[in-house]
């Protein structure tokens, strides 16, 4: 379990993050939701350990983050950023091996190659896998970097907008693969989504932030319903339910 | 895998041709007493190798925690916070106090002054909000004139006769290397060489860039500045040695990238190394033998390295 | 205070820097001397000390008009000619009389330099059209770049027919040597940096861009040929009587310009006064900090000057375009 106590985040005069308390159950997709601004990646980015917060608490598996040795928590909790700038000339398969290091220190033994194809496969890039990175399209080099913290086999999975840069084809097989990962393999998946309706069809659970506090949490049908949406992001939203999803309506 | 393979292959060749280069430094053209000859060159060289593996890895480690390939310590000014660490140091002290100064004992000093102030200036130009890869360039070419023309108004301070000694201790350059100083520059060279060995594999994950490696488990910031200490102390050497060398490491290094075609540290660093001796080398015996000249390497060196860095911008500006 | 009587205080506060710039120096010249009319006095007044000062004024004047007029046409902030290669290759140009012609006259090699000084701002250019996307950043950045590159090929020409020393009297702003009868080019130059002033409309205009120059009707080419061709002659001149003064035509119209905007005929006597006094005060100050011996007012100055400019970059960058 992730637990987050009293969390609070400032950039300056701006605050984006004000007494977050939450706790998010091993187990199952969450997705992360609300307006621009509403401190969603912040959050991940501090579950991350990537910005130290200015007051707060956050546990993983009733570690304190702040104190527990990086390599340690490398081995629990992987992240993937929305923006990944390479600079190093990597193949795909070298950026996955790159996962490993927290288990194996850069030394990759034949578990680790194992666990290699298997995040590989997983994400279909078997035929790709000796490619540099830099001559992938912006999908392929997306999943590319989601093989890498497959590959880092945690139990937690962080992901800020995992579906930019994809199309609707790649947009879907990304969300059954983490729910895949979710379910198949035990993991428990933390994202941040722009699109309520991916929220709404893959989710166990829906956490929806505004104004740098947790405005609701729940299942998808608590959260995708009319009301809470529209206090959610200030407008009408319809929902329907098609095929047994709910779909919320903000096109017309 | 192919690619590996290549690296290895480029590796080979560059060890081949400086081994070659530097057989033909110690040999061409040498007349007379071959003890002398030989103690001669072999000082001479082992000043070039020295700086040429200090400017390479120092240029290597910073492009790896900065995640760029354009910005080297020369560019962003280091090589001008020595120079003024120095002067600093030797204007507090006063000439009577450094004479009495085994010379040795004065470059330990300048060299953990400049670790400190070393810090301080990545911190500065890092540590703080992001800035535009140009903006940053410009920052660290402005502060490094800055630094330059700080360093020479406290030497216009000083006593004529004071200046004399200080530019006696500090400004050398390619034809002139402090025979003195060979001793403890490889000393402290080899020292950080040894302590870079065991974390190449580490250096690859940095150079992923700051999330990705603390997502991987690197505690960020104690082990990138371990690594700039290991910069200044590279940067401080190649400085106290020749002088400034501003170009060298960003030329060095570029080559080296295209040779072994990715950058797996295990790769890049000895390569870079070989590219910096097979130009500093080379370039030294073209210089006295083919042109006669004798003490240009530093201004070719100069001249080559910024039409090198112009094309690197505008080629990235294409991009 | 009226736009006008402000400007009187400037013009008395650069008087007052001139008058104390007069009665500094090495050899004590004192008011009482000169008014009980001392030969000795005398002699080092007009000699050597009204020179310099006029040396400082006509320099630093038009060294700042010249930084204004080259970021009007290059529509960049942080450029001028110590960061575009054109005080370098003015440099580079003298050199090259030096060894080819060293008997010809000064104003044949200012010439030369002037010629080279163009050339330079040119190859700048050149390298800067082939970036297409002109982040204001790079601008300064190249030139500072290329300035670096033509100074190594300059010591590297001068290193090889021995004559590093004649070239250290170009790249050091230095007004120790300033004497009567080698220093009255710089009339020249700041007449020719007056032209700036006449034309100020027009480089404006040129200033808002190829398509809105044309759109009024103005050949844009034309207009900044003419006007990088007085920045390269103003900067040949005072590099070949005083020698290098970097930055100050960059920070002068850029602090001038927070101040008053940016009208170029409103700004150029500003930037002129302001320019001219500068120099003087960096002058004074090489005089007497370290007396009897001088620092060189082109190391003040670049001092100043870098520490400013790196203030510029750090805070005012948004405008730089």
């Known amino acids: 379990m992730i637990r987050i106590e009293n969390l609070s985040k400032s950039y300056g005069p701006a605050q984006v993050l004000r007494d977050v308390t939450l706790d998010l159950p091993k187990g199952g997709v969450t997705s992360l939701i609300g307006p621009n601004g509403a401190g969603k990646s912040t959050l991940l980015s501090l579950i991350a350990r990537l910005i130290a917060p200015d007051s707060g608490r956050i546990t993983v598996d009733g570690m304190d983050i702040a104190r527990t040795p990086g390599a340690e928590l490398a081995r629990r909790l992987a992240i993937l950023r929305q923006e990944n700038h390479l600079v190093a000339r990597l193949t795909v398969r070298e950026l996955g091996g790159f996962g490993r290091f927290p288990h ?64 609707m084809k790649h947009g879907q097989a990304m969300m059954r693969l983490l729910s895949r990962a979710a379910h198949d393999l035990g993991k428990s998946v933390l994202v941040v989504l722009h699109d309520i309706n991916f929220a709404s069809c893959h989710s166990d659970r829906i956490v929806a932030m505004r104004d740098g506090r947790i405005f609701a949490s729940g299942t998808p049908a608590e959260i995708v319903a009319p009301d809470p949406l529209r206090d959610l992001y200030d407008m009408e939203i319809a929902v329907r339910e098609i095929d047994g999803q709910r779909i919320a309506l903000f096109y017309g | 895998m192919p690619h590996e393979r290549r690296a290895r292959l480029a590796l080979i060749g560059l060890a081949l041709l400086a081994g070659g280069l530097i057989l033909a ?45 354009i910005l080297t ?180 290094v570029s080559l080296a990238h295209l040779a072994v075609g990715q950058s797996a540290h295990r790769y890049v660093l000895p390569a870079a190394s070989l590219v910096g001796i097979i130009l500093l080398v080379g370039g030294q015996m073209l210089v006295e033998r083919v042109f006669a000249f004798g003490t240009a390497l530093g201004l070719i060196v100069e001249f080559v390295g910024g039409i090198t860095f112009i094309a690197l911008l505008v080629a990235r500006g294409r991009r | ?54 040396a400082l004024v006509l320099s630093g004047a038009s060294m700042a008009i010249a930084g204004l007029l080259m970021q009007i046409v290059i529509r960049n902030r942080f450029v001028e000619p110590s960061n575009a290669g054109t005080m370098e290759a003015a440099g580079l140009g003298l050199l090259v009389m030096t060894l080819v012609a060293p008997a010809a006259p000064v104003i044949a090699k200012m010439a030369v330099g002037a010629a080279f000084a163009l050339a330079g701002t040119a190859l700048f250019l050149a390298i800067l059209r082939r970036v297409p996307l002109r982040d204001p950043m790079l601008v300064p950045l190249i030139g500072l770049l290329l300035s670096g590159v033509l100074y190594a090929g300059t010591s590297f020409l001068a290193y090889r027919f021995d004559v590093l020393q004649g070239l250290l009297a170009w790249t050091q702003g230095d007004l120790s040597g300033v004497l009567r009868g080698r220093y009255e080019l710089l009339w020249l130059g700041a007449a020719v940096a007056g032209l700036a002033w006449f034309a100020a409309d027009r480089f404006t205009v040129a200033g808002l861009g190829h398509d809105v120059a044309s759109s009024l009707g103005l050949s844009h080419r034309r207009v900044v040929a003419l006007g990088l061709a007085i920045v390269a002659l103003v900067t040949a001149v005072v590099v070949v009587s005083v020698g290098r003064i970097p930055f100050l035509g960059l920070i002068v119209p850029n602090i001038v310009s927070l101040a ?57 960058g948004r405008r730089a375009a």
Not at chain 2, 28 to 50: I, M, P, S
Not at chain 2, 59 to 64: H, R
Not at chain 2, 99 to 115: Q, Y
Request: aromatic share 8%; hydrophobic share 55%; proline share 3%.
């Open chain 3, 260 to 316: 008053l905007g940016d009208n170029m005929r409103r700004a150029v006597p500003w930037v002129a006064v302001s320019g001219a006094g500068l120099v003087l005060a960096c002058d004074i100050l090489g005089r007497t900090i370290r007396a009897p011996y001088e620092i060189p007012v082109g190391t003040v100055m670049g001092l100043i000057g870098s520490a400013i400019f790196l203030v510029l970059i750090l805070r005012g």
């Open chain 2, 73 to 252: 310590p020369g560019i962003m000014g280091f090589d001008s916070l020595y120079l003024l660490c120095a002067t600093l140091l030797f204007a507090a002290f006063g000439a009577a106090g450094m004479a009495g100064l085994d010379p040795r004992l004065d470059f330990a000093l300048n060299v953990a002054v400049m670790i400190g102030a070393s810090m301080a200036l990545y911190l500065w130009l890092f540590g703080g909000e992001e800035r535009s890869l140009h903006r940053l360039l410009l920052i660290g070419v402005v502060f490094g004139i800055f630094l330059r023309t700080l360093a020479e108004f406290v030497q216009r301070l000083l006593d004529p006769n004071e200046f004399m000694v200080l530019s006696d201790r500090l400004f050398a350059s390619f034809s002139d290397i402090p025979p003195q100083l060979l001793g403890i520059a490889s000393l402290l060279i080899g020292a950080v060489t040894l302590w870079l060995i065991p974390r190449l594999s580490r250096l690859d994950v940095i150079g992923l860039g700051r999330p990705v490696a603390i997502n991987l488990g690197i505690t960020w910031r104690t082990e990138v500045l371990a690594i700039l200490a290991a910069v200044s102390v590279l940067v401080a050497v190649a400085a106290a040695l020749v002088g400034q060398v501003l170009f060298l490491g960003l030329v060095a």
């Open chain 3, 1 to 54: 205070m009226s736009a006008r009587a402000r400007m009187a205080a400037a013009l008395a506060l650069v008087a007052g820097l001139a008058a104390a710039s007069l009665f500094v120096g090495v050899s004590d010249v004192s008011l009482s001397g000169i008014l009980q009319g001392q030969d000795r006095d005398w002699l080092v007044l007009v000699e050597s000390r009204i020179p310099r000062m006029l």
């Open chain 2, 25 to 69: 430094f110690m040999t061409l053209g040498a007349r007379g007493n071959w003890d002398f000859v030989l103690a001669f060159r072999g000082r001479k060289l082992l000043g070039l190798v020295l700086v040429a593996h200090a400017v390479a890895c120092s240029t290597v480690l910073f492009q790896t925690v900065t995640a760029n390939r």
């Open chain 1, 104 to 167: 194996s220190a850069g030394r990759l033994t034949q578990a680790d190659h194992a666990a290699i194809d298997r995040a590989l496969d997983y994400l279909d890039l078997q035929a790709l896998a000796d490619r540099f990175i830099d001559q992938l399209s912006g999908g392929q080099r997306q999943r590319a970097f989601v093989a890498m913290v497959l590959a880092q086999d945690t139990d937690y999975l962080l992901l800020d907008e995992p579906l930019n840069n994809l199309d």
